[in-house]
């Protein structure tokens, strides 16, 4: 059965700064990758997903993912972060297409003025 | 397209009471996924639909819980009876995965609270 483990529960950052959040999965096949976003009382928004092709995509927000089959990880970017990207951040994993989302735990950020 | 549409988005219900829960997934869409949120255990499926057919109920908790899907436009997540544990965010979502650019879309969830 196919996991994701996000290694990070929290990160600060500065408004401005770089952000990179880090995801790792497993499963034997090239999954089908996703990043959510979920803000405090809100649902899940879909920032970018990964099926096939160039192994960067981008996203919405500012933001890309890059796979890394090597390594196994699909880590999100942000070049500038903003106060409004203060929200928790879910990778996610299917194995094919229409087939359940494993989500990993999720990492919190927080962004400081 | 009005999205994922779930109700109610509170629900405050007592212990042993039964707790209905509802789900629109998007027009065309022909998949559904039931999830629920917690603290303590994440995002974990709770059961899912293709075409209308349950195709893995594992997540279901215990007997307590049931998941139908009468037709392509509605879904229903009950508890009976409910218990203070069950007190979660259930949130469902729909694809199409026929398409070549499909994603998951999901609802705004429902926040049950069971005292």
């Known amino acids: 059965a196919q996991s994701v483990t996000q290694p990070d529960i929290h990160i600060t950052v500065s408004e401005g700064a770089s952000l990179e959040l880090r995801c790792n999965y497993s499963?034997?096949?090239?999954?089908?990758l996703f990043w959510y976003v979920q803000s405090p009382g809100q649902g899940l928004q879909l920032l970018l997903k990964?099926?096939?092709?160039?192994?960067l995509v981008q996203g919405i927000k500012g933001f890309e993912a890059e796979f890394k089959r090597s390594q196994s990880s699909f880590n999100l970017r942000k070049p500038s972060v903003h106060w409004s990207d203060a929200a928790e951040y879910f990778c996610?994993?299917?194995?094919?297409?229409?087939?359940?989302?494993?989500f990993g735990g999720g990492t919190r950020v927080l962004v400081k003025p | 397209d009005a999205g994922v549409i779930q109700s109610p988005r509170h629900e405050v219900t007592e212990m042993g009471q039964e707790v209905t829960l509802r789900c629109k997934p998007i027009?065309?869409?022909?998949?559904l996924f039931w999830y629920r949120q917690t603290m303590m255990r994440g995002l974990e499926l709770l059961i899912y639909f293709n075409n209308n057919v349950p195709i893995d109920d594992s997540g279901m908790p215990e007997d307590r819980f049931s998941a139908k899907m009468p037709n392509a436009s509605f879904s229903t997540l009950k508890i009976q009876p409910s218990e203070p544990r069950d007190s979660a965010v259930y949130f469902c979502?729909?694809?199409?995965?026929?398409?070549?650019?499909?994603?998951?879309?999901f609802g705004s969830g429902t926040r049950l609270t069971v005292v």
């Open positions: 027009s065309g869409h022909n998949s």
């Open positions: 990964y099926f096939s092709g160039d192994t």
């Open positions: 979502a729909s694809i199409d995965n026929r398409g070549p650019n499909y994603g998951y879309t």
């Open positions: 499963y034997g096949a090239t999954p089908y």
């Open positions: 996610a994993v299917a194995t094919a297409a229409g087939n359940k989302l494993t």
